[in-house]
Structures are given as C-alpha cells and as structure tokens.
C-alpha cells in the first residue's frame, strides 16, 4: 500500500534552515508528482510546493518563494523541501502529498502523517 513517511521537523529559531524528507513507497514514486502542505496551529491547510515527475519543474506559494527549495532523489524515492530563512509564520504541521495524476492536478490521494516544525527563539 502507499506509504508516506515525513521526517526532519523540529524546532529551529528566526533565520534558521531545516531539510525535511519524505521516504515513499507502495508506487511508482517517478511517476508522479509529489506536493508538501501545510498546517499552521488554528489555520487551515496551505499548499507550499510542487515538483514534477523528473524533479525538473517546480513551484511555490508566494509565502515561500525564495526561501523553499523543493527536490526529488527519484532513485531513492524520496522527497525534499529545504527550508532556509525560517520565520514564526513558516510554524505548521507540514505534509508530503501525492498527486492523483501523473500530471499535476493539485489534488491529493495519499498523505504523510507529518512533521512538526516549529520557529521560536
């Protein structure tokens, strides 16, 4: 069965980086395109990034633009969102998503369980 598994959140102050990690398995991780969500405390959930099969087209909300960086090691079938010049508002349950389709249709059928990051001096 799909399987995802976050891993990498933690507390972290304002300015700080950590990389969060997402092991897949159960399908062909290559095949699809892959999101990270998030939920921040008392908020609904916000979408934060995309990237396609092959790892070679990305996107971003606004909040995160500049600062997020996602990527794929497809033999590994793992995903990655780097997260640098953390901020209080970046603080949210985050989640690793798969995408329905093969081709980016921004909806979900399976999520991780989640990782906590928390930015707090």
């Known amino acids: 069965q799909v399987q995802l598994v976050e891993s990498g959140g933690g507390l972290v102050q304002p300015g700080g980086s950590l990389r969060l990690s997402c092991a897949a398995s159960g399908f062909t991780f290559s095949t699809y395109w892959m999101h990270w969500v998030r939920q921040a405390p008392g908020k609904g959930l916000e979408w934060v990034s995309i990237?396609?099969?092959?790892?070679?087209?990305?996107y971003y909300a606004d909040s995160v633009k500049g600062r997020f960086t996602i990527s794929r090691d497809n033999a590994k079938n793992t995903l990655y969102l780097q997260m640098n010049n953390l901020k209080s508002e970046d603080t949210a349950v985050y989640y690793c998503?798969?995408?329905?389709?093969?081709?980016?249709?921004?909806?979900?059928?399976?999520w991780g369980q989640g990782t906590q990051v928390t930015v707090s001096s």
């Open positions: 990237i396609n099969s092959g790892g070679h087209t990305t």
């Open positions: 998503t798969k995408d329905r389709t093969t081709g980016g249709a921004f909806e979900y059928d399976y």
